[in-house]
């Protein structure tokens, strides 16, 4: 018997690069929906789905979207919208429903966000509410989860937490800080989305997941910082403007303005789950605590283990924020193949050759009382070549070279340790910018004439 065709929107975005896997793993035919599902065509599973290019707010694309789907899980927000993503929210949920029903979907599966609906909450959080309540106005039952604070790497939420708690010894933020939460562990919130496949009792219902431990915010900043070894005190402010703080989140970590916005205004209000019965109808799921969600996202701070939603295939530069990375990747057209640049490439910090900018190479090394800067070769084969930085610095650090369709491609990593990790990295800024562009210039000259 085949097996059901299941639909994921939001494909480009954190949950579904998750759960798509997963799916998969389970046997499950998947297609995935997005908006620019070329920037999918790098990630380890894209040849393994059906791609579709579909916009919930193009209600015309959805009909080819959901051609013989059984299930429908929708993941998508607009928060990266900016003002009115509100008003766009509820006329996607509006134009999605309306497909699935003429299409004959069985099932839609919702993740959303926990607040109290009854309370003042910020407009993010009634956003995702009335997105679900405009869901369920369809004929396709719907299964709602209401998730607060997502701990994992690459969660917007958890990342807001790791960036700012690296930085800062003294973290300041709002007294809203002092509100309660239950978070929940990124694996959990797939394992529900995964379980509500097949478990049918939960049809039809809205399920408010999450950790049975209740903390503060500032409890979730202050573990954080004990798991990485940080002494941390907080210092709460009895006003700061949401657009002032969403303006240094922006700056400081991954999180861009308009959805640091919304989160930020999220945190106004309490996070709890009032009404306990996702345990009672999944209880295929096992719940994980905070210290372990921790754990499990530390486990993922390397460069072979983080989501490279970055990489679309493109030449150029990129400059990023990541999964408590600094990223510099840079990418240029090659004509000759991958074995004669890898050539090049293994000769990198060898006998005190760089390639390029030995002087800066020598004088780092110097500092570091050491002659070999990335000594240490932690994966290499035909096109694909990773270094570990043996350099004592504010955190760890990597670079890696592949040669992909053309491409050769050059990623520097650094994980800051603490706010001298981002001194180290911002004070050295305009030499990464000078050595790492020549580097990648250098190799593909000289893997040319060699």
Same mark, same amino acid.
């Given at each position: 018997?085949?097996? =059901? ?53 193009? =209600? ?113 933020? =709002? ?240 994980? =800051? ?34």
């Amino acid at each position: 018997m085949p097996s =059901p065709l299941i639909l994921v929107t939001g494909a480009t975005g954190y949950i579904a690069s998750l759960l798509i896997p997963q799916l998969l793993e389970r046997g499950y035919h998947v297609r995935a929906m997005a908006r620019t599902p070329e920037r999918l065509k790098k990630r380890t599973w894209y040849k393994q789905v059906e791609m579709i290019r579909a916009d919930v707010m193009e =209600p015309e694309t959805l009909i080819t979207a959901m051609q013989g789907v059984q299930t429908a899980y929708y993941l998508v927000h607009n928060m990266a919208s900016g003002r009115g993503y509100t008003t766009i929210e509820l006329e996607g949920a509006r134009n999605f429903a309306q497909a699935a029903e003429k299409a004959g979907v069985e099932h839609i599966i919702y993740l959303g966000g926990l607040a109290d609906p009854e309370q003042h909450i910020a407009p993010h959080m009634r956003s995702r509410i009335e997105t679900g309540v405009t869901l369920r106005k369809g004929s396709v039952p719907v299964t709602e989860f209401r998730a607060g604070v997502i701990a994992g790497s690459g969660s917007i939420s958890f990342e807001m937490i790791r960036f700012m708690t690296e930085l800062f010894p003294i973290i300041p933020g =709002p007294v809203w800080l002092k509100n309660k939460s239950q978070p929940i562990a990124v694996q959990n919130v797939i394992d529900y989305l995964l379980t509500a496949l097949t478990n049918s009792s939960g049809r039809g219902g809205v399920f408010e997941i999450g950790m049975q431990q209740v903390f503060l915010y500032t409890d979730l900043m202050k573990m954080y910082a004990n798991a990485r070894g940080h002494k941390r005190r907080m210092i709460l402010l009895p006003y700061v403007p949401v657009w002032f703080m969403a303006f240094g989140i922006d700056m400081m970590t991954p999180v861009p303005y308009p959805i640091a916005y919304a989160l930020v205004g999220g945190l106004s209000s309490d996070s709890l789950i009032l009404h306990d019965i996702a345990q009672k109808t999944f209880p295929e799921v096992k719940l994980m605590d905070y210290e372990s969600a921790i754990a499990e996202a530390m486990k993922r701070l390397h460069p072979l283990k983080i989501e490279r939603v970055w990489d679309d295939g493109s030449s150029g530069v990129k400059i990023l924020k990541h999964e408590g990375f600094f990223i510099d990747h840079r990418a240029v057209e090659v004509s000759v193949s991958a074995e004669k640049i890898m050539d090049v490439v293994k000769r990198f910090d060898k006998n005190g050759d760089w390639l390029f900018a030995n002087w800066l190479w020598r004088l780092r090394g110097w500092l570091n009382g050491k002659q070999n800067n990335f000594s240490n070769v932690e994966l290499q084969n035909e096109n694909h070549i990773l270094f570990r930085s043996t350099l004592k610095a504010p955190g760890e650090g990597w670079m890696e070279w592949r040669v992909e369709d053309g491409l050769l491609i050059q990623t520097a990593y650094f994980a =800051p340790r603490g706010l001298g990790g981002f001194l180290y990295w911002y004070l050295l800024t305009p030499f990464h910018a000078y050595v790492f562009q020549g580097l990648i210039k250098t190799i593909a000259k000289k893997a040319v004439v060699q």
